[in-house]
């Protein structure tokens, strides 16, 4: 049995993505870079800001040297309109709880970030004490740093991690942990293809963790 759970944020434990993407694909716009909401999934998801930020200057975007600040500024208050837990988070987490598996997240966002999201689904204190964020740490994935200071935390030794992107499929690798990949839609054989289990529906995650 897994002796630990590491959840990232955006996409597997709040369904933000779709709503941080649309502010992106408008804000970039004003500069000059005209994607779709599919463009801006698949160039940027699972990176950090800065990485965003780099390559959309090479696909186009004049961006002014205060974007990120910009953007953040933007997303969180959408993110501040309501974000949705992914349905059946709550349950798996009660479910861990029940079979005395702890878990954390450890995310490229930003604790400001998670605060929004996870604190507005009362899920901020559930996390207290078992939050890495890449701004704080200084290193994202798909570094595997993040995962490998999570398992020393919490002394794990059979870490399993739910990802929904390459870069935290490709950090959970180098990390040399099982990772569980969330596409809700979808086949996800890219994240098949680079070691990741894909999988559909949060209800089956029990099942894949033997409990």
Known sequence: MHDLVIFDCD????????????????????YGLDLTLEDSVGFFLGGTM????????????????????????????RLRQGVALMPGIRDLLDRLDHHGIPF?????????KMAI???????????QGAM??????????PDPEMFL???????????????DSQNGVT??????????????EGHGAKL?????EVFHDMNVVPDLLGI
């Open 104 to 112: 954390c997240v450890a995310s490229n966002g930003s604790p400001d």
């Open 132 to 141: 890495f964020s890449a701004h704080e740490l200084g290193t994202a994935k």
């Open 50 to 77: 800065a990485g965003v930020r780099d390559k959309a200057r090479a696909l186009g975007a004049d961006l002014p040297e205060d974007w990120i600040d910009e953007v953040y500024s933007e997303t969180y208050e």
């Open 192 to 196: 098949a293809e680079i070691g990741a």
């Open 117 to 127: 999201t996870l604190g507005q689904n009362g899920l901020w204190d559930r996390f």
């Open 171 to 184: 950090a959970a690798v180098r990390a040399g942990m099982r990772c569980l990949a969330f596409v809700p």
């Open 11 to 30: 996409g597997v434990l709040v369904d933000s993505e779709p709503l941080s993407n649309r502010v992106l694909v408008d804000n970039l716009a004003r």
């Open 149 to 163: 200071l999570a398992a020393k935390q919490f002394d794990a030794s059979t870490p399993v991690v739910i990802e």
